[in-house]
């Protein structure tokens, strides 16, 4: 019998851990989560206090059974996902499924808020015992063997409010969006604020009003040299804007003979401290500003990092700490190895008397460290040689973060000098600004990526100047501006603005950006999120029907009662039903109220090309287009004119242009991606290549870049990545073509032919869905509907089948001979697209 049987996310993860604890241990993986709300139902039950029915997930049963049958000859069972609520779900469903010694099949059913957690729950508290470390080193992980715990049932009853939050307004309101909008759209309860925040920006740009104003820039020379240059402020003592060409000149004549006077210089010393260590949401910014990879592909990489890399013959390692975090707080220990690397190799000029520390935000999770490399000895060069180059990016800026963390101020001196211009009639007012580095200090490792520079950071030379010193004229340069817009979002100003607003959670990012994309309400054109017309559309109706839900003040402060559960002060169930309060009333009027865009016709100016009649503005399968009225589609010789609707276009100026064509990087390794001209027409390229062979068709944004994906292969333990083919989209194995997994979207339903086999949603070449059997081709079960778990009522049929009707879905019988049908109530049925 082993010592031990520990349980844990990912082979990669897994393979890491068995290093250090050794022989008399085994070490396993779950894949992520083994158990969830089922895909066919709701799996809330709203009248019983919110009671959950968690099931296996369907493809899990093997690794399921793998770890029971690995549970039976081990004496304790140490759970250890990942520490975070996420990682607590995990191992309490770890705990339910295998607590039960016999093997037998346990009702899936607990409650959200009230059901015990963990290992007790089944008796087995002092065999399955829950393990969590900050850093996979073998000091971090022989400590936490060395002190397990009990699962902690507030973050599990956290994760699983999330959970049915979510599920709640995901299988409640995107029926409605199929019913009023389009088939296989989608409602998510921060997803759809995500979207908010990109189309109001985008409404801003679209009203914004462009205002001229006027700059006036004087070079002076004093006795010394450089000659310098000092922007216009105002007249005596008062700011004034110019507004136009004509006041502009009129005060450009005046400077021309005016006596120019120093009035005041000061000089002072500025210091500007070090930034903190790296939580999750600021390495997602820098990684996007500094080496332009998207959110997701930075938590990939971060996640390899802190797994485990093979280095030589160190063999595995950790290279950083946990990567989801909102902590700056560092562990001691680490802060004296990170002092002694500074004092050794920067010298004690760039060595605080005292350890640097951080103020940590109200709702930072005390028990987390800010992401840091798991040695500050362990230099990015050191390692260089083992890492992708992706990997080695990423590792670089984390250490670099780190280290500069814990080094001194940099020292500036600046100066400040008011300058008079004498005219007959007027003192009109100039300032310039110097500032001179004194002492590097942390700016020697690592300088913030902003996405503007502050103008005082800018290092400018000024000549000796003191107040009453008369400077020379050398030439004046007014300026015509027109102010601008707000920019719109990227990666890392939207992430900024999620994580000030409160809403979601850093771990939540890469998620949220990927699916508002992946569902085409929004594009990146340049490198900047441009909302799609169906995301502008799906964004109004829900903001004007659901109020409260999708109000950018209640999603932060839901955040914050989540948080509230994790620390113990409220539970699930109070925080569940005050939401559904506001949220049952919403879905109510939204029923009721909210728009047919299916059945939009709005009229316009614009004629029909063909017979001269008004068209009208309707709503088809790819969005909105014009169609001339006189149509009837029961007078097949009535006009059938269409044309394209212009609004689907994004509606770019030249200086939006200029910059797609300089900020488009490449999704897999950063490089600039350049338009080049191939058999099949243009499309875009990695600058790259050979190296990088990265493409991008230039088909109206149609064609999408593979996705990595967080999720495990579970054939190869490789990552999988989200694939655009002929017929759709499809997850995949990375390793293709050494690994052929190919995962498989089952639906929940037992094959009724076969009766072994899970049904899987499967795509035609010609682009339709349909359902079969995943044991083809021993078994050809097929199905154009998709089946549903229910025997017939009239004939027996093991099944009932989805169907759509032009009057609303139907739950029908496949069987010909019967009749049975009957409206689709609710969104049970059909969920499993939401």
């Known amino acids: 019998m082993s010592k031990g049987l520990v349980i844990v996310e990912s082979p990669a993860k897994a393979k890491t851990i068995q290093k250090y604890l050794g022989k008399g241990f085994t070490v ?13 139902s709701l799996g809330v039950d709203l009248d019983n206090d919110f009671e959950t029915e968690y099931v296996v997930i369907p493809g899990k049963e093997k690794v399921l059974a793998k770890l029971k049958k690995l549970a039976l000859s081990a004496d304790h069972i140490y759970l250890a996902p990942d520490p975070d609520r ?30 015990k957690t963990g290992a007790d729950s089944n008796g087995d508290g002092e065999r399955i015992r829950r393990v969590t470390f900050n850093e996979i080193t073998q000091r971090a992980v022989k400590a936490a063997f060395e002190h397990p715990r009990d699962i902690d049932k507030n973050l599990v009853d956290a994760q699983q409010t999330r959970r049915v939050l979510d599920r709640l307004v995901g299988y409640q309101v995107s029926p409605l969006l199929w019913d009023k909008v389009r088939r296989g759209l989608s409602a998510g309860r921060v997803q759809t604020v995500a979207l908010r925040l990109i189309v109001d920006r985008e409404r801003e740009i679209k009203a914004f009003e462009k205002k001229e104003y006027w700059t006036i820039d004087a070079n002076l020379a004093a006795a010394k ?43 002072k010393e500025r210091r500007r401290n070090a930034t903190p260590p790296f939580t999750t949401s600021k390495l997602q910014q820098d990684s996007s500003r500094k080496l332009r990879f998207s959110v997701k592909r930075t938590m990939m990489i971060a996640q390899r990092l802190y797994e485990g890399i093979e280095l030589g013959d160190e063999g595995l390692i950790g290279l950083i700490t946990y990567m989801r975090t909102d902590s700056t707080r560092v562990a001691p220990e680490a802060i004296t190895e990170v002092r002694e690397y500074i004092g050794k190799e920067y010298g004690v000029s760039y060595l605080p008397e005292s350890p640097n520390t951080y103020k940590e935000k109200k709702e ?75 002492f590097d200090g942390f700016l020697k490792v690592y300088e913030e990526a902003k996405d503007t520079k502050d103008e005082e950071d800018q290092e400018r030379k000024l000549p000796p100047l003191e107040a009453g010193q008369k400077l020379t004229l050398k030439s004046l340069h007014p300026e015509q501006h027109f102010t601008e817009p707000p920019p719109r979002f990227n990666e890392a100003s939207l992430v900024k603005e999620l994580e000030e607003r409160g809403i979601g959670r850093p771990s939540t990012y890469a998620t949220i950006l990927s699916t508002i994309q992946e569902r085409m309400y929004a594009q990146k054109v340049g490198g900047k999120f441009v909302p799609t017309e169906i995301g502008l559309v799906v964004t109004d109706l829900l903001v004007e029907n659901f109020k409260d839900i999708f109000d950018f003040q209640y999603t932060a402060r839901l955040e914050e009662e989540l948080d509230e559960i994790e620390e113990g002060k409220q539970t699930g169930n109070d925080a569940l039903n005050e939401f559904y309060k506001k949220f049952a009333k919403d879905l109510r009027y939204a029923e009721k109220h909210m728009e047919n865009i299916k059945r939009m016709e709005k009229p316009t100016d614009e004629k029909c090309e063909l017979c001269g009649a008004p068209l009208v503005i309707k709503w088809g399968k790819h969005g909105s287009f014009y169609a001339c009225s006189t149509y009837d589609k029961e007078n ?58 990265t493409t991008r068709r230039l088909d109206q944004g149609k064609k999408v870049p593979d996705i990595p994906l967080e999720e495990i292969c579970p054939q190869c333990g490789r990552n999988l990545i989200l694939r655009h083919g002929r017929y759709g989209e499809f997850v995949s194995c990375s390793g293709y073509p050494e690994c052929k997994y190919v995962k498989q979207n089952f639906i929940g339903v037992k094959c009724p032919l076969c009766k072994e086999g899970e049904l899987v949603e499967k795509r035609a070449r010609k682009g339709n869905t349909f359902y079969g059997c995943a044991n083809y081709p021993k078994c050809k079960f097929t199905s154009a509907s998709k089946p549903i778990a229910e025997k017939c009522p009239l004939c027996g049929s093991e099944y009932l089948v989805e169907r759509m009707r032009k009057d609303g879905s139907v739950i029908a019988c496949p069987n010909k001979e019967c009749d049975y049908e009957r409206a689709l109530e609710g969104a049970a049925a059909g969920a499993s697209k939401v």
Request: aromatic fraction near 8%.
């Open 225 to 267: 040299p450089p000659v310098f240059a000092a922007h216009f402020l105002g007249k005596g003592e008062e700011k004034i804007e110019i507004a136009n060409g004509e006041e502009a000149d009129k005060i450009r004549l005046a400077l021309e003979k005016a006596d120019w006077v120093v009035r005041t210089a000061e000089k």
């Open 86 to 115: 996420e990682g607590e779900a995990i191992a309490a469903h770890l705990a339910e499924e295998l607590g039960d010694d016999s093997g037998k099949k346990k009702k899936a059913k607990k409650k959200s808020a009230k059901a």
């Open 636 to 693: 097949p010789d009535s006009c059938k004119f269409t044309k394209e609707n212009p609004i689907n276009l994004p509606d770019l100026d030249s200086a939006d242009v200029q910059e797609t064509s300089q900020e488009e990087y490449c999704e897999n390794c950063g490089r600039v991606m350049v338009l080049k001209r191939g058999r099949f027409g243009q499309f875009m390229a990695c600058t790259g290549y050979p190296d990088c062979k």
């Open 364 to 438: 930072a999770q005390a028990a987390h460290e800010a992401i840091r490399p798991t040695s500050a000895m362990r230099h990015p060069d050191q390692v260089k040689q083992y890492l992708q180059e992706d990997e080695f990016k990423v590792y670089k800026l984390i250490w670099q973060r780190f280290i500069a963390s814990q080094m001194n101020a940099a020292v500036f001196d600046q100066t400040s000098v008011d300058i008079d211009a004498k005219s007959v009639s007027n003192i009109f007012w100039f300032r310039v600004t110097g500032s001179v580095m004194k």
């Open 28 to 40: 396993d993986a779950s894949f992520g989560h083994v158990k969830d709300l089922p895909k066919s």
